[in-house]
């Protein structure tokens, strides 16, 4: 794997009822990522699944050197809690705790809260969250903070981190507010990205001239041949008429990354023989995948490296099967 490019799978938790198990599979899907070179595993956080801390917990235990990037919505964990539980887990187990800061694009679980901030209002918190968190985790001495969300006074909770073992940010998002967010709070951009070509105009760019580093997130289908890779791709895929019209409906979304994948899967499923909207259309992930053989899809790996792309955030891979493949794609590069 090149050392240019830090590799970070996805802890896939399913949706299933509370009763079931899940410990033995994460703790398995955990050692598998190590074992095949991932720095860590993006732990999401939504309503329905797990709460991603106590994952990050589970992935820490049955690892040595793997980093858990947790997903961290201000609405539903205050920095005071945050910071307890960050400080926690790395006085727990001496390895960092990256931070993946979300800000809400889902419309019925902001209503669900009651949550009255609009798109660049939760941009804004998300900008305060960080920076009186990254205070809470710095500083020796009492925090007083009087901000527009948050108001400490003399607090006192003894979550001070030495700096290697800090959090790094990484923001995900393509709009305006995301984009100065990361400039103001962030390590990493994170996006989903649109088919190379579209990516160098609208988002590397001006990430480029920020000096971040750049991530992206996408699944890999790769096989031996293409037509093998692309008969896994199609596997009992269907794209039915309710199915196109959620897509058209994303078309509107409040979220920038929604509407540009919503746009690229109406357009067509397959961009440049190797980038597929079709998982995204059907509502299996949020990301776009890269199908083909392996040449094919490390040498369109290759092209969004050479824009800058220093994280590579991978999704749809879990099983012994896939791992192996995408380390065969991973372990191209650079030759």
């Given at each position: 794997?090149?050392?240019?490019l830090?590799?970070?799978?996805?802890?896939?938790?399913?949706?299933?009822?509370?009763?079931?198990?899940?410990?033995?599979?994460?703790?398995?899907?955990?050692?598998?990522?190590?074992k095949?070179?991932f720095?860590?595993?993006?732990?999401?956080?939504?309503h329905m699944?797990?709460?991603?801390?106590?994952?990050?917990?589970?992935?820490?235990?049955?690892?040595?050197?793997?980093?858990?990037?947790?997903?961290?919505?201000?609405?539903?964990?205050?920095?005071?809690?945050?910071?307890?539980?960050?400080?926690?887990?790395?006085?727990?187990?001496?390895?960092?705790?990256?931070?993946?800061?979300?800000?809400?694009?889902?419309?019925?679980?902001?209503?669900?809260?009651?949550?009255?901030?609009?798109h660049?209002?939760?941009?804004?918190?998300?900008?305060?969250?960080?920076s009186l968190?990254r205070?809470l985790l710095?500083?020796?001495?009492?925090?007083t903070?009087?901000?527009?969300?948050?108001?400490?006074?003399?607090?006192?909770?003894?979550?001070?981190?030495?700096?290697?073992?800090?959090?790094r940010?990484?923001?995900?998002?393509?709009?305006?507010?995301?984009?100065?967010?990361?400039?103001?709070?962030?390590?990493v951009?994170?996006?989903?990205?649109?088919?190379?070509?579209?990516?160098a105009?609208?988002?590397?760019?001006?990430?480029?001239?920020?000096?971040?580093?750049?991530?992206?997130?996408?699944?890999?289908?790769?096989?031996r041949?293409?037509?093998?890779?692309?008969?896994?791709?199609?596997?009992n895929?269907?794209?039915d008429?309710?199915?196109?019209?959620?897509?058209?409906?994303k078309?509107?979304?409040?979220?920038?990354?929604n509407?540009?994948?919503?746009?690229?899967?109406?357009?067509?499923?397959v961009?440049?023989?190797?980038?597929?909207?079709?998982?995204?259309?059907?509502?299996?992930?949020?990301?776009p995948?890269?199908?083909?053989?392996?040449?094919?899809?490390?040498?369109?790996?290759?092209?969004?490296?050479?824009?800058?792309v220093?994280?590579?955030?991978?999704?749809?891979?879990?099983?012994?099967?896939?791992?192996?493949?995408?380390?065969?794609?991973?372990?191209?590069?650079?030759?």
């Amino acid at each position: 794997m090149p050392n240019r490019l830090e590799v970070i799978g996805t802890a896939t938790v399913p949706w299933l009822p509370p009763s079931h198990d899940f410990r033995p599979g994460l703790a398995a899907l955990a050692e598998r990522a190590e074992k095949n070179g991932f720095s860590g595993l993006l732990v999401f956080y939504d309503h329905m699944v797990l709460d991603p801390w106590t994952v990050a917990g589970v992935l820490l235990q049955h690892t040595s050197t793997l980093v858990p990037l947790v997903a961290v919505q201000p609405y539903a964990l205050p920095p005071f809690t945050a910071a307890k539980t960050i400080s926690s887990l790395v006085s727990l187990y001496r390895r960092r705790v990256d931070l993946n800061v979300v800000t809400g694009a889902a419309p019925e679980e902001l209503d669900q809260i009651g949550d009255p901030l609009d798109h660049d209002g939760r941009y804004a918190r998300a900008a305060e969250y960080v920076s009186l968190l990254r205070q809470l985790l710095g500083a020796d001495e009492p925090v007083t903070w009087n901000g527009d969300h948050y108001r400490y006074r003399n607090l006192r909770i003894n979550t001070r981190l030495p700096e290697h073992l800090m959090p790094r940010i990484f923001v995900p998002g393509s709009s305006e507010a995301s984009r100065s967010l990361v400039d103001r709070i962030g390590h990493v951009t994170l996006t989903h990205p649109e088919p190379v070509d579209r990516f160098a105009e609208n988002f590397a760019a001006a990430r480029n001239a920020s000096g971040l580093e750049m991530g992206i997130r996408v699944g890999l289908i790769a096989r031996r041949t293409a037509e093998e890779a692309w008969a896994a791709a199609l596997e009992n895929h269907q794209v039915d008429r309710a199915a196109r019209l959620r897509t058209l409906l994303k078309r509107e979304s409040e979220s920038d990354w929604n509407r540009r994948l919503a746009r690229l899967a109406s357009e067509a499923e397959v961009h440049d023989d190797v980038y597929w909207t079709g998982l995204y259309s059907t509502g299996r992930t949020g990301a776009p995948l890269l199908v083909g053989s392996y040449d094919q899809v490390a040498e369109y790996l290759e092209r969004y490296i050479a824009l800058g792309v220093t994280k590579l955030l991978v999704t749809k891979v879990d099983t012994e099967d896939e791992f192996h493949h995408a380390r065969t794609v991973l372990t191209r590069l650079d030759k």
